[in-house]
Structure formats: C-alpha cells, structure tokens
C-alpha cells in the first residue's frame, strides 16, 4: 500500500536559520508531489508541485525552495527563515490519472 | 484572486442534524471537485468527490450537489455526528489536471 512519510511533526526555528523538510512516498513510482501550506487562519495554499525528479514548479515566490534529489522524495528548504515563514506545512501526492491527493501528516513550523 | 471560496469560516450544529457546507467557484474550467476533512495537527484527508458531469454522488451519511450553472457546491452530512467536528475544505481541478485549488476551509463543531 502507499503511504507518505513526512518530518519532524513540529519544529521551533529561529529567524535567519535554515530550513529542511523532507517527505518520502512508499508504494507507488513517479507520483506527482507537492507542497502546501496552511497559514493561520488562511486555507492551503500550494508552493511547489513536482511531476519528476528534478523537476520543480514554483506556485508563488516565496523565500522557500524546493528539490526532488529522488523520484519518491521531496525536500522543502529555505537558507534564512523569516517570521512569515511560519505555518502547517504538508507534503502530498498524487498519480497521473487520478484525481485527488494523499496527504502526509503535516509539519507544524514556528519561526520565532 | 480566489477561484475556491468558502465563505463561511465556522459552522455550528447539533448532534443528529443536518450539517451543510458551501463552496463556490469561479473558473468554470473546474471539472472534478473535491472535499476533505482535517483534524488539528494532521493532513487533510479525503472524503467525497463530485465530477461536473454528475449533479450528486452520495457515500453513506456525506453527499454532495454539485450546481454548475450557479458555481456552487455543497457537502451535506446527515446525520451529524460528533466525530465530524474537523475542518472542511473545498478542492477544485481544471481539466484533467492532478493540480488541486483549495478553498479556505469551513470549521464545522457537531455539538453533543
């Protein structure tokens, strides 16, 4: 069976500091992933969608990146943290042809 | 600009009645719509979907109307139950495209 695996749960950065998320999918070959973002009191908002390894697609500019080093892993990254930056990140994926996504369990992110 | 818009931030009912979450659109070039379910400190997951060329899909006590003259859609949970207390988003695809539009979601209490 699929299944995403997504880390740390919660992280407590300080602004400036760097950041790396990683997500990693099981059970399934080149899925489509992605990240989102649930800021406070706003709805998810997509930053970056992947359809292949090194292949990445930026939905809004931000002070974040993102890279696929592997086809079932997916890393989300910044090299200074700002304030803004903080929020409920979650990874997803999707396969080509069918319609909805598998979300992993989200990292809460606080930029103190 | 907003293409999936949940206007109502919270929803209240009581145990055993009707629950009933809106959702509009803009772009008429969604054809497959989407409503997941979150609980606090988890990832969303899926719940019910809808494509445009259906006007209801129904899956025990969720259903789902879909009017796309009027760009709305609506989750009907009948009949409310506790454990349905999540937040409630609205996603939107356009075109055969795994790339989901979000709205920002509808906190529903189910009060005992």
């Known amino acids: 069976s699929q299944t995403i695996h997504q880390w740390p749960a919660t992280l407590v950065q300080p602004v400036g500091s760097p950041l790396s998320l990683e997500c990693t999918v099981e059970g399934t070959s080149n899925p489509n992933l992605y990240w989102y973002r649930q800021a406070a009191g706003r709805g998810l908002q997509l930053l970056f969608y992947?359809?292949?390894?090194?292949?990445i697609s930026s939905e809004v500019p931000q002070n974040l990146s993102a890279s696929r080093p592997q086809d079932r892993q997916f890393i989300l990254s910044s090299k200074k943290l700002l304030l803004s930056d903080s929020g409920f990140y979650l990874c997803?994926?999707?396969?080509?042809?069918?319609?909805?996504?598998?979300f992993g369990s989200g990292t809460r992110l606080t930029v103190v | 600009d907003q293409q999936v818009k949940q206007n109502s931030p919270s929803l209240s009912v009581q145990e055993g009645r009707i629950s009933i979450l809106n959702c509009d659109y803009t772009?008429?070039?969604?054809?497959?719509f989407l409503w997941y379910k979150k609980y606090p400190a988890e990832g969303p997951t899926f719940l019910i979907s809808?494509?445009?060329?259906?006007d209801k899909n129904e899956d025990g006590r969720f259903t789902v109307f879909l009017n796309k003259s009027a760009k709305h859609l609506s989750l009907h949970i009948v009949p409310s139950q506790p454990g349905d207390s999540a937040v409630y988003f609205c996603?939107?695809?356009?075109?055969?495209?795994?790339?989901?539009?979000f709205g920002k979601g509808t906190k529903l209490t189910v009060n005992p």
């Open positions: 996603a939107a695809s356009e075109g055969g495209s795994e790339k989901l539009v």
């Open positions: 997803a994926w999707s396969v080509m042809g069918y319609y909805g996504y598998t």
């Open positions: 809808i494509s445009s060329i259906k």
């Open positions: 772009n008429s070039m969604f054809d497959y």
């Open positions: 992947s359809v292949g390894i090194g292949q």
